[in-house]
């Protein structure tokens, strides 16, 4: 009786030769076979299993594929916003740019560990060339050499040692050059209070902050940046404090092996700080109290702090203490306090410019509560100064324009989306207005007001009190008149005593087909403004008749078109306002 195998063997053959149908078959039989005779010497298990497979596929049977493997975000890639926006002091630290792969760099004190990338090129009598990974014994071999031993050799010292090495065997005409071509692949684990605690892979190279960048950073909210344990096993080899680095530039250099620990423990007391320092953010310190001394050296005040207002942590009751800063080595805080950096002190003096037409110096320092009247007695005016249109500008006076301006576009905004329509086509007119007026509006918050204080047609000018940084401006009588807004030709038109409103319009080419014939407004060099009409020559400034003067700028406002009534009127104020404060016309 034949043996099993023989019998196999022979009816494979038959099969494969004799009929080219059967070779669909030819797989299963050579199933058979393998059961009888067993894999081949020194095949391997999985091969056996992938060859079925393949098998499998090609008779068409089901088979159930692994799912594909998904590649995870690279660090770099996530969301570190919160990060940047959080109030903790060092947390910005943490945004993705430490986890990035960086090219090697070469590091003279790192020591060399099993894993490392030795390249080493010999030349000579004898040559050789070879990328060489240190072995677990510490050890890379070398042709003819042998096993030269590299474990625990700082950088700086591996040149020499390989020529050392060399030496004992090759006498002379053999040169070498070995340098480190990449470091110990490593997997360390990051743990505590990061955002993403985990294992991430890096080379022993890298510093601790790589590692806690891919982890996310420190939570602000509840990890600790004042001490960062670096663990082997159960033994703390070192510990990080991120406020010397981010205060000082100082980081330990500490060599990563795989399997370390990098742990970052609860967070400790804490203090808010704000007002005028430069550090605005919140500070950790160990331990109950803090003195204030020490909290300044974090903080940074700005130059103009004088004072600062502590207040204290003591529950539902609010306590608030203030003191000077030179009292700052006497007060202690504890956790929770929240401190405030003011300038409480009285301006001694003021500083105020005098632009223009004049011949005396354009910086007036003032004792504080100057008036006016005192700086007017001080400027030496030309022949060509318009005494009669002193124009004073003012920061705090552009703050409250530029707010009222804001308050206003607000309730244009509101009647422009809360219009109603009664039919679908009126719906859809409505859409397209609002969106017209949208864009407008979004133009005219963009406006500066310039800040201008009327003052001419004041009885107690003198009595004014000037403002440190305040801009007193003298005109120059240069004989024009300013014709703007809606028309041709916005120019400059020479004054003539004979000319209407109407004749400087026409002098710049007349009216476009967008002005509004019926609003016109003059504006004289002080801030004071009047409405007009076409044929005007004398109008009505803040209650006194007055012709058109030289230095006078006409402006034409632009016709409005919308359907509501409401929206009328609110952009006719705004656009009024707008060009009285800013000197600005703004149509659709």
């Known amino acids: 009786m034949f043996p099993k195998y023989l019998l196999a063997i022979f009816a494979f053959a038959i099969a494969f030769v004799y009929s080219p149908v059967a070779l669909a078959q030819s797989n299963d039989q050579f199933d058979v076979l393998k059961s009888v005779i067993g894999p081949s010497a020194g095949q391997r298990s999985e091969d056996t299993d992938m060859g079925a497979s393949s098998r499998d596929h090609d008779r068409g049977a ?6 594909p493997m998904v590649e995870p975000e690279k660090p770099q890639n996530l969301d570190y916003s919160a990060n940047l926006k959080s109030d903790v002091f060092g947390a910005n630290l943490f945004t993705g740019a430490f986890a990035r792969q960086a090219a090697a760099q070469y590091n003279p004190n790192y020591v060399i560990s099993v894993g490392d990338s030795i390249r080493v090129r010999l030349w000579g009598a004898f040559e050789f060339q070879a990328s060489l990974t240190v072995d677990p014994q510490g050890n890379v071999f070398l042709p003819n050499v042998g096993p030269i031993r590299l474990l625990g050799v700082r950088n700086k010292d591996l040149q020499s040692t390989v020529d050392s090495a060399i030496s004992r065997v090759f006498r002379s005409n053999v040169f070498s050059y070995a340098s480190l071509a990449e470091a110990q692949p490593v997997r360390v684990y990051v743990g505590g209070f990061v955002r993403r605690p985990g294992a991430y892979a890096g080379t022993s190279m890298d510093s601790i902050l790589n590692y806690l960048d891919q982890a996310g950073g420190i939570d602000p909210d509840r990890g600790t940046f004042l001490r960062i344990e670096i663990k082997r096993g159960t033994a703390v080899r070192a510990t990080m404090n991120l406020y010397d680095f981010l205060l000082n530039g100082e980081i ?30 919140r500070f950790e310190f160990s331990g109950e109290a803090k003195p204030l001394a020490d909290l300044i050296a974090f903080a940074k005040p700005m130059a103009m702090a004088t004072h600062v207002r502590v207040v204290r942590n003591t529950g539902v009751t609010k306590n608030v203490e203030y003191y000077p800063l030179s009292e700052a080595p006497n007060v202690v805080l504890k956790n929770g306090d929240e401190l405030a950096f003011t300038a409480d002190k ?10 223009g037409e004049h011949e005396s110096p354009q910086e007036y320092v003032l004792p504080y509560g100057s008036h006016l ?39 244009l905004e509101t009647a422009a989306l809360n219009a109603r329509s009664g039919t679908s086509d009126e719906a859809l007119l409505r859409k397209q207005e609002a969106d017209l007026i949208l864009r407008w509006i979004d133009r005219a918050r963009k406006i500066e007001p310039n800040g201008q204080v009327v003052i001419s047609q004041s009885a107690d000018l003198g009595d004014l009190l000037l403002e440190n940084g305040d801009i007193l401006r003298v005109p120059i009588k240069d004989g024009l008149v300013l014709v703007s807004g809606e028309v041709l030709f916005p120019n400059a038109v020479a004054f003539d005593r004979n000319m209407t409103v109407g004749d400087y319009i026409n002098r710049a080419g007349g009216y476009t087909n967008n002005a509004d014939a019926t609003r016109i407004i003059v504006a004289r060099p002080d801030g004071s403004f009047a409405q ?22 006409i402006l034409v406002l632009p016709k409005i078109d919308v359907k509501s009534r409401q929206i009328f009127k609110d952009m006719t104020q705004i656009i009024y306002q707008i060009a009285v404060s800013a000197g600005v016309v703004l149509g659709l």
């Open 252 to 281: 330990p250099q500490v060599q990563l092996a795989d399997g370390d620990v990098i742990f970052v423990g609860p967070r400790e007391s804490t203090i808010l700080v704000s007002g005028l320092v430069e550090n605005a953010k």
């Open 62 to 67: 089901v088979v159930d594929k692994p799912a």
């Open 373 to 411: 009247g005192d700086l007017l007695g001080k400027i030496e005016y030309s022949n060509r100064s318009d005494r009669n249109n002193i124009q004073l500008f003012r920061e705090s006076v552009r703050e409250r324009q530029r707010k009222l301006l804001e308050v206003s576009l607000r309730s």
């Open 532 to 553: 007009a009409k076409r044929n005007a020559r004398v109008l009505e400034f803040s209650g006194q008749k007055s012709p058109i003067n030289q230095g006078d700028e």
């Open 346 to 355: 009285k301006l001694g003096t003021i500083t105020v410019r005098v632009e």
